[in-house]
């Protein structure tokens, strides 16, 4: 992965990430209370590893059509994700958080990509739930599938596809993908040409895991990217993979370290307030998404600047004005104890810049620069990545440097997200 960082300023793209002691990675038997949310507790030593993982969200179009309002009913959707870290077996993760009725998959199958919507001949495996080929998922739960006999890289594309005979109604899905979903009438779940799939979206639907085991790595030394929509990877490239989080397992896998990062970010999230289509807020979402992990061993924080830049639009989803930087601490130290119960190291990230953009405004600066300087002096996470001094124009440090800017002045570019990437200290990790 080759930097795009003028040669000034990689020393300031690598300065800001200091560590203040590691906690002992053991996930303590207990569930989070109510004020967190209800999960499971996967986050100690199992035999799998998350290799890919998307939040789910509500069915709605905030940025324009999708396939989530209407649901599916005889149809195949397939999906193409990159998997962070590889091993010999595999299943996936289902989720009806957000359906009206019980979510009924006729069948499912993971397969090697090789093209769009076409398969490796040869690669496709059948996925089992409880050894069945059927499965109904529960109004407001998730299920897994059985592992499968299954080879994959690190990163390396695997396609999974979903079978749905019956009526769905409104499907639970993640709104920006930042890659291409495909649809196709009837059933071709085994298909290999993807012929059959002529509709295309650019939204996961139902998918919200894809786990490997039988890896190189036995250890809890999975990531977790949680956060808004610049973790999510707005402003980056469809089909390319260069999210931030992409970049860091790029980054990882180059040094000789695969492990997966898994993106838990959410287009529109906020800390403290919940949003309809957004995802709920973070501090009750952290634990039903960021927690319920398998053999995770960090998270890294960003997350805030629509608590902040809301106020700012005064949008009709948004009844509660006037978010505090002491609330938003709050919030931060919140999931930072949530994280500490299950035995994660918490990595807090400062806010990036916004000047220039709709959520420009110098009270909004100025709760910015409040925030991030707790960040950073406060001791309160484990270790701390400076996003906004890696992004920031020298001329200008409350704008984005124009080559890390994607044009809005609030989301970074392909090379903004690569520049994250390289001011994580993978010592750290």
Do not use: C
């Not at 069945?132 to 299954?150: C, K, L, M, Q, Y």
């Not at 709920?280 to 039903?288: E, I, N, Q, S, T």
Request: proline residues 6%.
């Amino acid at each position: 992965m080759t930097s795009q960082n003028p040669s000034w300023r990689v020393g300031a793209a690598l300065l800001v990430v200091a560590a203040l002691g590691a906690l002992p990675l053991v996930a303590p038997s207990v569930s989070p209370d109510s004020s967190s949310g209800s999960a499971p507790a996967k986050t100690g030593r199992t035999g799998w590893h998350g290799a890919w993982a998307a939040s789910p969200q509500a069915p709605a179009e905030p940025f324009g059509p999708n396939w989530s309002l209407r649901g599916f009913a005889d149809q195949t959707v397939r999906q193409v994700v990159r998997v962070g870290v590889g091993g010999t077996r595999a299943r996936i993760e289902l989720s009806n958080r957000y359906g009206r009725t019980p979510l009924r998959i006729t069948g499912a199958t993971i397969a090697r990509t090789d093209k769009g919507a076409s398969v490796s001949p040869g690669s496709v495996r059948r996925l089992s739930f409880g050894t069945e080929r059927s499965v109904a998922v529960p109004v407001g739960g998730t299920v897994s599938s059985d592992g499968v006999p299954f080879t994959a890289g690190a990163l390396e594309a695997v396609t999974v596809t979903l079978y749905l005979a019956e009526p769905t109604g409104p499907a639970t899905f993640h709104t920006i993908a930042s890659a291409t979903s495909y649809r196709a009438e009837g059933d071709h779940s085994v298909d290999t040409t993807g012929a059959e799939f002529r509709e295309t979206s650019g939204s996961w639907y139902l998918l919200t895991g894809v786990e490997v085991s039988g890896g190189p790595s036995a250890r809890r030394d999975g990531i977790v990217a949680f956060g808004d929509s610049i973790t999510d990877g707005v402003g980056s490239g469809v089909d390319r993979n260069d999210r931030y989080p992409d970049e860091l397992a790029e980054r990882l896998a180059a040094a000789g370290r695969p492990r997966s990062v898994l993106n838990h970010g959410i287009g529109g999230n906020q800390l403290t307030r919940d949003k309809a289509w957004a995802g709920g807020r973070g501090v009750h979402r952290f634990a039903l998404d960021a927690l319920t992990e398998p053999n995770v061993g960090t998270v890294v924080v960003l997350e805030g600047i629509n608590d902040i830049g809301a106020d700012r639009q005064g949008a009709a989803d948004d009844p509660t004005a006037g978010v505090s930087v002491d609330q938003l601490v709050a919030g931060h130290r919140e999931l930072i104890r949530q994280a500490r119960a299950r035995g994660l190291r918490a990595i807090g990230a400062t806010l990036t810049p916004i000047k220039g953009s709709r959520y420009d405004s110098p009270e909004n600066e100025a709760q910015r620069d409040a925030f991030n300087q707790w960040v950073r002096a406060s001791g309160a996470y484990d270790a701390v990545v400076d996003f906004d001094r890696a992004l920031s124009d020298p001329a200008d440090p409350d704008r984005l440097l124009p080559v890390y800017d994607s044009g809005d002045h609030l989301h970074p570019s392909a090379a903004g997200y690569r520049a994250m990437a390289e001011a994580i200290d993978l010592d750290v990790l």
